[in-house]
């Protein structure tokens, strides 16, 4: 069982984390989403308190799915919202392509990239971070008291990362390195977004303007391949931008779920 937390009220709203990062990603803007959404809360497989990841030769995708399809089940949802952020916004997109989920939030999804070269350059980004994290560990606890560091060090991912305190991100920093091996199988899995969105399923599609790790020009290939979609900019903010700007991101993922849940037999 994936670890998860569960909190508020209103229609449910699953949220998904992104590579190497875990649940608590969302809590600059979780207490406010649960005044009108059940918040649930979860660790991908091999991140966080999960279990690890175990492929056992099946696509990276198929197994991903098979985690949220026991959640849901696990936690009786049906026809949940769904929202996510660099990995987890390719996972919304995915359970929303599968008939899974009445809605689809992506917050600078994965799986809009050009070609092999440029998938090369964010292969290297999530390697650096990795490496970087690994040698910093001892000097992590002094390092983090000081804002301007805890922004330094997460430049590449938010603009604000000194809104974060010490202690989450020193846990933040831990979690990335425990998560490397489940990082790496998913990294070489990885291929472009192909999937088919029926059109009565919403989806919203939000990308930081400062994004260093999935470059904003992305967010034109998303626009293309999602013409329906909703998309939206997200000034100043960067890749994980839930602490850049918590009034954006709650607007956002809001407004996203904001269409009363598909019954069950609507689902195609």
């Known amino acids: 069982m994936l670890a998860y937390e569960r909190f508020g009220t209103g229609e449910p709203l699953v949220l998904v984390h992104g590579i190497g990062h875990r649940r608590q990603a969302w809590y600059p803007v979780a207490e406010r989403l649960a005044e009108y959404r059940d918040v649930i ?45 660099s990995l987890g916004g390719r996972i919304a997109l995915e359970a929303a392509a599968d008939g899974l989920v009445s809605s ?56 604000h990362g000194d809104r974060l305190d010490a202690q989450r991100v020193m846990g933040d920093l831990k979690s990335m390195v425990a998560a490397r091996h489940a990082l790496r199988q998913i990294i070489d899995g990885a291929y472009p977004f192909d999937g088919e969105i029926a059109a009565d399923v919403p989806v919203t599609i939000a990308w930081g303007t400062k994004d260093r790790v999935l470059l904003p020009y992305q967010a034109e290939r998303a626009r293309a391949y999602l013409p329906n979609a909703e998309h939206i900019s997200l000034d100043g903010c960067g890749h994980v931008p839930m602490s ?3 009034d954006a991101v709650v607007d956002v993922l809001l407004r996203g779920s904001a269409r009363p849940r598909r019954a069950i037999g609507d689902v195609a």
């Open 41 to 85: 809360l979860f660790d991908l497989p091999g991140h966080g308190e999960s279990p690890a990841l175990v492929l056992d030769g099946r696509p990276v995708k198929d197994v991903l799915q098979g985690h949220i399809v026991d959640l849901f089940a696990e936690l009786d949802l049906e026809q949940p919202h769904i929202a996510g952020n």
């Open 104 to 159: 689809a939030t992506g917050l600078s999804p994965a799986g809009f990239w050009k070609g092999a070269g440029d998938f090369t350059l964010i292969r290297a980004h999530f390697a650096a971070l990795i490496v970087a994290a690994r040698l910093a560990q001892p000097l992590v606890p002094t390092l983090t008291r000081s804002a301007l560091v805890r922004r330094l060090m997460l430049s590449s991912l938010m603009t």
């Open 244 to 246: 850049d700007d918590v």
